[in-house]
């Protein structure tokens, strides 16, 4: 994991600034807000916005960052998310950061709206900090950080440790061609998975929590002998963009966004689970999942022993 390197980079410097830094994308990596204080921030070139958009994607045009907003799914197609923003008289091919301060504010107040009445009445409360909260920006870059750290695992995941390490180090930007092979088959690793989910069955259990009880839902890989050997004509799920899918998985209609969605995959005797809680019922009930055996926030890693599992999953 990225924080494995992270951690490894701390132990060798002892430079304050990189230190400050690497606190910065741990937190960020693990979806933590940072503790670091303005001063701190203005020295390192990070710009902290506060009551910003949070809405990944700012760097593509509108219609994609909304319709590809999954927490609360608002629009069921791109070309609906095109005719939204044109009859509010917003440009679906500008991104969030060509957009002057009026149009962010139109935008802003839009969403908001939208979502609000796209949700149960209980979690109309807690839209606006789903949509809304603290950024941070790579001020020499117009980058934000959440997407640095992104693409930072993405070359981390393609095992380029040391341009991961450099990157860091000098604070750079991965090289775009590093950047263009991850996304290329995670683009190819998406069309599979979503093959997958459409032909196969959810699974539905159930987790308590603070004395209430969740439905979850989730998606069981298991290769057969036929599927490797498809695999090996038409290519397989990538393992390691499971993280990335357990999330994109929300933009499928077969997927509840109100429930947390596992996909589980064999490893011999145990389950790998990758996991993730809809930032709604992390914002009104405080669930998380580490309290069976998962680590993480929002989005979840863990292995499970398959025999104390099996009464829940089957």
Request: glycine share 4%; proline share 4%; charged share 25%.
């Amino acid at each position: 994991m990225l924080s494995d390197l992270i951690f490894e980079i701390k132990g060798e410097n002892n430079n304050k600034e990189i230190s400050d830094f690497l606190n910065i994308l741990d937190r960020i990596y693990k979806n933590k807000e940072p503790n670091i204080d303005g001063n701190t921030l203005k020295n390192l070139g990070i710009k902290k916005i506060e009551n910003d958009v949070t809405i990944y994607g700012k760097n593509y045009p509108l219609f994609k960052m909304l319709h590809y907003f999954n927490e609360i799914p608002l629009f069921n197609s791109e070309k609906e998310s095109i005719i939204f923003l044109k009859n509010n008289k917003l440009s679906p091919s500008k991104t969030y950061f060509e957009l002057d301060i009026s149009e962010k504010e139109i935008l802003r107040e839009l969403t908001l709206n939208y979502a609000e009445n796209k949700v149960p009445e209980m979690y109309k409360p807690f839209v606006k900090n789903v949509i809304f909260g603290n950024t941070y920006y790579f001020s020499k870059y117009n980058m934000e950080l959440k997407e640095y750290v992104s693409n930072l695992n993405a070359v981390y995941k393609l095992k380029e440790y040391d341009i991961v390490k450099n990157c860091i180090l000098k604070k750079e930007l991965p090289p775009k061609n590093i950047i263009l092979k991850y996304k290329t088959d995670l683009s190819k690793t998406i069309d599979l998975f979503n093959k997958k989910l459409n032909n196969t069955e959810i699974r539905r259990f159930s987790i308590d929590f603070d004395g209430k009880n969740f439905d979850c839902q989730y998606i069981y890989l298991k290769q057969s002998l036929w599927d490797k050997l498809k695999g090996w004509f038409f290519g397989e799920i990538n393992g390691i963009h499971y993280p990335a899918l357990v999330n994109i998985a929300y933009n499928n209609p077969k997927i509840d966004y109100l429930k947390p969605f596992f996909i589980l995959n064999d490893n011999e005797d145990e389950i790998n689970v990758v996991a993730r809680v809809p930032k709604l019922l992390y914002l009104k009930y405080g669930l998380t999942l580490n309290h069976i055996k998962l680590n993480g926030n929002h989005t979840y890693f863990g292995k499970w022993n398959s025999r104390n599992f099996k009464k829940i999953l089957w």
